[in-house]
């Protein structure tokens, strides 16, 4: 086991897979003894340009458009503070907050690398079945990408039967 | 960090990038006081049928084919007695071994499923260049389709300057 403290970056999102990352990593892989940095990490999506238009082609308006900032702050938050209670019972560990704007894909490679964390913990899927069909899933990309090392956790499909994904 | 002894598997072969992997994981996962199993696994990738025949369709000779055999199992031995030499100076950590024949993808996964293991750790290549550009890479086979959790371990480029890969 290392000697030193470790910085550990966890990439949490609004799925359950995350969160389970997340819990798996503070029972497996994060040490009190060791003082480890713990570092939940949120990526907000930017809006995508074709959200400033409806089906038919008018702008939304300056109100929709507020609220629908407003929401994704929400989301934001609310994921942080899942992720923050999950972590409370740790007293040795320093845990620290990222939230960045951009691809998911991109940013936590980014963070990772500017923080120069020593591992990245996440779940293996970060986007909804859809999207990933098209964009390939965010872990895939990060394990490729990422220069440090990179901890894929699944939720077993068995635990519970409430998986989402 | 969990109360009971985990077992984690790790997959090595000929590259670097495998020994990398194995002892970063004992710097930084393995952990002597919680009684951890470590399953070292290295798989023989089976003879592929053209290679009992030479470029001109004529059969190699039994000679030929045992040598061939020969030095695939002295390769097995050589990586796993490599493998062994850097976990010597774990104490309370119990070292297995396994090797099995088959395609490194697929293996990797069946013996991480067979024997439970909590963790799978592997460096980022597991085949050669050309190799990958054919088949993919086995750590991104092994993230998608292994149902316990996945360590990738690159090697820095900037560690030595003597990265194959």
Redesign the interface.
């Known amino acids: 086991?290392?000697e030193k403290g470790?910085k550990i970056l966890v990439a949490v999102d609004e799925g359950d897979e995350s969160m389970y990352?997340l819990k798996?990593c503070l029972?497996?892989?994060?040490?009190?003894?060791f003082k480890d940095t713990l570092i939940l990490c949120y990526v907000k999506k930017p809006r995508a340009v074709y959200t400033s238009m409806d089906g038919k082609g008018y702008l939304f308006s300056p109100d929709v458009m507020a609220s629908m900032e407003k929401y994704s702050n929400d989301v934001a938050q609310s994921v942080i503070d899942k992720a923050k209670r999950a972590c409370k019972h740790l007293n040795d560990v320093k845990v620290e907050i990222a939230v960045e704007l951009g691809d998911p894909r991109d940013m936590i490679c980014e963070v990772a690398e500017k923080l120069n964390v020593?591992?990245l913990v996440m779940g293996?899927h970060g986007y909804g079945l859809i999207k990933r069909a098209f964009l390939g899933?965010v872990?895939?990309h990060c394990?490729?990408n990422a220069?440090?090392?990179?901890?894929?956790?699944?939720k077993?499909k068995s635990n519970g039967g409430n998986d989402k994904h």
């Open positions: 086991m290392a470790r990352a798996w029972n497996n892989v994060i040490s009190e003894n020593d591992m293996s899933s872990s895939n394990a490729q220069k440090c090392p990179v901890l894929i956790v699944k077993p």
